[in-house]
């Protein structure tokens, strides 16, 4: 049972990137999937996610430029992110709970974690 985030890279301001998380071991189907992010020094911060009824919540820091999708033949929840800015900058973990199918948070806690993919953002 594993989930994998990936897709991260280096991208000019302005730029667009789409991070993955892909489940192995399960089915993403009905989950909720969370995406966070951490830069060094710093707390984790809560990015946005999705609930089992594909109902999605953002962060105000990112509200209006990113957006989720599932793909349930790829067993994945793709994070499509648009407008990206130099403070987005950090490592991207996925995270899935079976639990938070009607609602989810970034209050919520997640079973699985993914272990991450880097984002870069250049000014």
């Known amino acids: 049972v594993q989930l994998q985030a990936s897709g991260g890279g280096l991208v000019q301001a302005g730029g667009s990137l789409k991070l993955s998380c892909a489940a192995s071991?399960?089915?993403?189907?009905?989950?909720?999937v969370g995406w966070f992010r951490q830069t060094p020094g710093k707390e984790r911060e809560w990015v946005g996610c999705?609930?089992?009824?594909?109902?999605?919540y953002f962060s105000q820091s990112v509200k209006g430029r990113v957006a989720f999708s599932r793909d349930n033949t790829k067993n994945t929840v793709n994070l499509q992110m648009n407008s990206l800015k130099p403070e987005d900058t950090a490592k991207y973990y996925c995270?899935?709970?079976?639990?938070?199918?009607?609602?989810?948070?970034?209050?919520?806690?997640?079973?699985?974690w993914g272990q991450g993919t880097l984002v870069t953002v250049s000014s």
């Open positions: 995270a899935a709970d079976s639990d938070l199918y009607y609602l989810c948070s970034g209050n919520d806690e997640y079973h699985y």
């Open positions: 071991g399960f089915s993403l189907d009905g989950f909720a």
């Open positions: 999705i609930s089992g009824d594909d109902t999605t």
